[in-house]
């Protein structure tokens, strides 16, 4: 991959024109005084393009694509690019003291302020909200996170790409095999590497398995959401009957180590993918039955109908992505378009029974999904998954990109090369481009509901943060 | 529900749970920079299969009401202040547990200057549950065996 060059006055030109041919915005760094985005066509092609700041600003393209603002934001704060016609550009990773640097203005008769975290009452991540209500109802909704932030992409560069790895894989454990397969993916795309057909089975595998948990976990989460305690005990179960079946498989829960920059890192004989298999086949059948039972589960169900609704339009707008894009009627998945993986071209994803967009579309489509991951890895454990490799396909290049769906939608890997060395990680995860989006679907809603819309989205904050 | 109490009660009957001493002790979680593995593991802690609450281990929601101080992640620079807080918000006395490599300090991943420097320069650890995270077996047992030592040391005092 290699970037095209724009000069600060063609840039919004040069954007518009792109997005008038349907490319969509995947992501924006800074790299050095330099800001790079990633536009990707319908069928799946990427493009890198960037632009050199002119006295430390770069024209904003915000305006053409709302999707931009968290990146544009993130690019003052960690890198001090300006963003000429972005305004007011809030504060999002720095944390300063005056309210009106971060938030959203809200004023009138009875409007309230309500505060909550970084420290939740939950067992859960750390981040804070500011909700500003009348009443009950919330009118607008500022998530500030970054309570985490760790340096993680500044900390890996000067490595060695496989020293790297480490830092996209650990930014988050419940993303950890998409986030290490998006970066050795990118970096492979760098160096020029492809893969083979025994290390695109194996990394399917390993994604898939993290979205069983995953999704079986959300599921579970969100009947805590309201307070649907059988629910709740019963997917935590069958989470931890997938991550011990992870456990067996790979070695550990969380498939920590699974994934090597250029070649294989996990292979499973015939025996292992015999059991893995069965347990599956098991859990599925639970999994199933209890998915049943939810659904006739009248408390549970009379409580998603209309709740935390995100539209087409306005998932589309803001650039969501995953299960929430899906179940607002956006029928994406990067998995249709990802040559490096093996999901084959009859896979499609799974469609929402009715593009609702509220924490009912949100739920079933988790559980739709959850069979089409179920159904995926018995194909694939039907026999043994050697290690894999690459091999050498193209000349390298400076620039590496890779997307990949993780349970949350779309992540976006970006590596920058120079002698040998990572010189520029960034990582978008969908959890990071869906933020904005549930900010957006609590409005109009009960405070109270939002612990609910909240794990309906279940999105992370860890690689967020970085 | 019928058939998720059945599901339930198997999975109950197959971890073959014992009780245990019985006690009374709340447990408030801080996320101090983690990668979300050790809080994933820790709820599950309070699943069926590991059932922390039959100890008489519970989850309280907020400091005040904690008896334990359980702090996962490498401690940021962001997050040290409301950890401060939520350490001087507890009654005494009061116990701190680190839970996860992170908070023990080892193989931190970071940028120095994100960073607030060791847990245990900060708060004093009683407890140290190591594991990149611990399961959620591992985090009962550390519990449990940490809470009888501090016992025993404070009698034989």
Redesign the interface.
């Known amino acids: 991959m290699s970037f095209r060059a724009i000069a600060a006055e063609r840039w919004r030109d040069e954007v518009a024109a792109e997005l008038a041919g349907g490319a969509r915005f995947a992501g924006g760094w800074a790299s050095g005084t330099e800001w790079r985005i990633v536009l990707v066509d319908p069928d799946g092609a990427m493009r890198a393009l960037r632009c050199a700041a002119v006295e430390g600003r770069v024209p904003t393209i915000v305006d053409l694509v709302p999707a931009a603002d968290w990146d544009e934001r993130e690019g003052h704060d960690l890198h001090g690019l300006g963003f000429e016609g972005h305004e007011p550009l809030r504060a999002l990773v720095a944390?300063p003291q005056a309210a009106e640097a971060w938030m959203t203005p809200v004023d009138g008769d009875g409007v309230h302020e309500v505060a909550v975290g970084?420290?939740h009452?939950?067992?859960?991540?750390?981040g804070h909200f500011r909700f500003h209500t009348i009443g009950e109802r919330i009118l607008a909704m500022d998530p500030r996170l970054?309570?985490?932030?760790?340096?993680?992409e500044?900390?890996a560069e000067g490595n060695s790409p496989a020293d790297a790895l480490?830092?996209a894989g650990?930014?988050?454990?419940?993303c950890?095999v998409t986030n290490s397969v998006a970066y050795a993916q990118a970096v492979e795309d760098a160096l020029g590497l492809a893969p083979d057909r025994d290390l695109r089975v194996a990394r399917t595998l390993l994604l898939e398995l993290e979205r069983l948990y995953n999704h079986l976990?959300d599921i579970g989460a969100l009947c805590a959401g309201v307070g649907s305690a059988?629910?709740t005990?019963?997917f935590?179960?069958l989470?931890?009957r997938a991550?011990r079946i992870n456990e067996r498989v790979a070695g550990h829960?969380?498939l920590?180590r699974t994934v090597a920059v250029g070649t294989g890192a996990l292979a499973i004989d015939a025996d292992a993918a015999d059991a893995a298999r069965g347990a599956l086949s098991e859990l599925r059948a639970?999994a199933a039955?209890?998915w049943?039972?939810l659904e006739f589960?009248g408390s549970l169900q009379a409580r998603l109908n209309g709740v935390g609704v995100l539209d087409t339009t306005t998932a589309l707008r803001l650039g969501a992505t995953g299960p929430a894009a899906r179940a607002a009627g956006v029928p994406r998945d990067t998995r249709t378009e990802s040559p490096r993986l093996w999901y084959g071209d009859s896979f499609t994803p799974a469609a929402p029974r009715a593009p609702t967009g509220d924490v009912a579309a949100r739920l079933q489509l988790r559980a739709a999904e959850l069979e089409a991951s179920l159904e995926l890895l018995d194909g694939l454990l039907i026999r043994p998954t050697p290690a894999g490799t690459t091999t050498t396909a193209a000349p390298p290049q400076p620039l590496g990109i890779a997307r990949v769906e993780s349970p949350r939608g779309a992540t976006l890997a970006a590596v920058e090369l120079a002698r040998g060395r990572v010189t520029r990680l960034h990582l978008r995860t969908g959890s990071y481009a869906n933020w904005p989006a549930l900010a957006h679907a609590a409005r109009g809603n009960l405070l109270p509901d939002f612990p609910l819309i909240n794990k309906s989205f279940e999105l992370?904050?860890?690689c967020v943060?970085r | 529900m019928f058939a998720l109490l059945r599901q339930l009660a198997h999975t109950r009957a197959e971890a073959g749970l014992s009780r245990g001493r019985p006690r009374s002790v709340a447990l408030r979680h801080v996320d101090a920079g983690s990668c979300n593995g050790c809080e994933h593991e820790l709820g599950l802690a309070t699943s069926p299969r590991y059932d922390l609450e039959r100890f008489g281990l519970e989850i309280a929601a907020s400091p005040r009401h904690a008896d334990v101080l359980l702090v996962t992640g490498p401690l940021t620079t962001r997050m040290a202040t409301a950890l401060r807080t939520a350490y001087d918000a507890m009654p005494e006395p009061r116990l701190v547990a680190a839970l996860g490599d992170c908070a023990l300090g080892c193989g931190i991943l970071g940028d120095r200057a994100e960073l607030a420097g060791a847990l245990e320069d900060v708060l004093p650890i009683d407890i140290r549950i190591p594991g990149c995270p611990p399961a959620p077996q591992a985090i009962a047992e550390h519990l449990l065996v940490g809470l009888d030592e501090l016992e025993r040391g404070l009698t034989r005092r």
């Open positions: 944390h970084p420290i009452a939950g067992v859960i991540e750390s970054f309570y985490k932030h760790r340096g993680l500044r900390a480490v830092y650990r930014a988050c454990a419940a950890a976990h059988p629910g005990m019963a935590a179960t989470k931890d991550q829960r969380f920590f639970d039955a209890a049943r039972e589960a992370c904050y860890a943060d």
